[in-house]
């Protein structure tokens, strides 16, 4: 979800046996240099060129957690998926799967040329509010492409569990939230009992939608907007891309929107200049896409919010456990502390996306 750009890129990667690996796919002239891009606490991302295209490497941290590798596999198989799709990406241009180069899976993608909104904002940006409004409703709009791909069809069944994927969910991050406790010195501090969230999401579960491709983690700071047009340049950090219900990618975007925040602050930079759609325009841009329906968008606002404050909670019981920066788990659990107590909200039928 989070990125990490070292200082000092050559303790990070072998700059010999890149250029050898360069070669051997074809490539001719490369800089050596290594810009680290971003900032935060997973993977690496670097800057570079290749035979004069600008070029971002991406590979799984130096001193990798379990399933990192697995991880880059999945963003080289989605990215390698969407080509030729209408959904906005990086062009992926290499890849290695092994260990053998650098010692543990990378790839190579297009340096797209856009903003990230929770970084900065463009000139162009910062002075047309029309521009910032018309920008971030392409995002939604960009969800609901996403959401219309046949997995199949573009090679992505493989990432498809067994079994019905809304039913699943509740337990799968009731069960994550648990197992946090079981962290010697973790300390949920102030969580909400979820108890009630969790009741009302299963009481309340929508049927089985027919399976799409997902985003996964789909914020505004997990995207790059075109710096002059209000399009959307690229969907990036595509790690938690799975084929499920893509009705979730929306309630994502409703739950992390930075108009009245409920705590995870996405695309800030963007959002200090105001002009921002409402949650309800986003839906509607959803819907005029041709997005699925939304019908029950609440209810998905409330499984983002109550998945999503799960995952960050697991950084805080990273720290407890030696795994992680005390600063950035103790951001990241007030967020997951807002986040699920907005899961509590909307299962006492105080916050709906209409009035969110």
């Known amino acids: 979800m989070v990125d990490v750009s070292p200082a000092d890129p050559s303790g990070v990667v072998d700059r010999t046996a890149l250029a050898a690996w360069l070669r051997g ?29 600008p070029l971002v490497l991406r590979s799984s941290p130096v001193h990798p957690r379990p399933g990192s590798a ?5 963003e080289i198989t989605v990215l390698g998926a969407l080509r030729g799709t209408d959904v906005p990406h990086p062009e992926l ?3 290695c799967t092994d260990t053998d ?7 190579l993608m297009t340096d797209v040329d856009g903003v990230n909104p929770g970084e900065r904002v463009s000139p162009e940006q910062a002075a047309t509010p029309a521009l910032r409004h018309g920008a971030v409703l392409d995002v939604a709009r ?16 493989g990432l498809r569990r067994p079994g019905p994927f809304l039913e699943r969910q509740v337990p799968r991050w009731t069960a994550q939230l648990a197992s946090y406790s079981e962290v010697p010195g973790y300390d949920p501090g102030d969580l909400p009992d979820v108890a009630v969230a969790a009741d009302w999401l299963t009481r309340h579960r929508p049927p089985e939608p027919e399976p799409g491709v997902a985003h996964g983690d789909l914020h505004l700071n997990n995207v790059l907007l075109d710096r002059t047009r209000p399009r959307v340049a690229a969907l ?4 938690m891309c799975t084929v499920g219900d893509p009705l979730l990618d929306l309630g994502w975007l409703l739950v992390t929107w930075p108009v009245d925040p409920v705590g995870f602050g996405a695309g800030t930079a963007l959002a200090g200049h105001g002009g921002l759609p ?13 997005g699925r329906d939304t019908t029950d968008i609440t209810w998905y606002a409330g499984l983002a919010a109550f998945k999503l404050g799960v995952v960050l909670e697991g950084t805080w ?4 456990a030696g795994e992680a920066d005390r600063a950035v788990g103790e951001r990241l659990h007030a967020a997951a502390v807002a986040l699920l107590e907005l899961a509590v909200r909307i299962a006492r039928d105080e916050w709906a996306v209409s009035a969110g």
């Open 93 to 95: 241009v290499a890849a």
């Open 317 to 320: 019981a990273r720290v407890a």
């Open 101 to 107: 180069v650098l010692g543990r899976p990378f790839y």
């Open 142 to 157: 960009a969800a609901a492409r996403l959401g219309r791909l046949d997995p199949a069809a573009v090679g992505l069944d």
């Open 25 to 53: 796919q074809g490539f001719g002239d490369w800089s050596g240099e290594l810009e680290p891009v971003g900032g935060g606490t997973q993977n690496v991302v670097l800057r570079t060129v290749v035979d004069g295209r």
């Open 70 to 74: 697995r991880t880059i596999a999945r």
């Open 236 to 239: 990036v950090d595509w790690e």
């Open 278 to 290: 409402t949650r309800a325009e986003l839906v509607a841009a959803y819907t005029d896409a041709g």
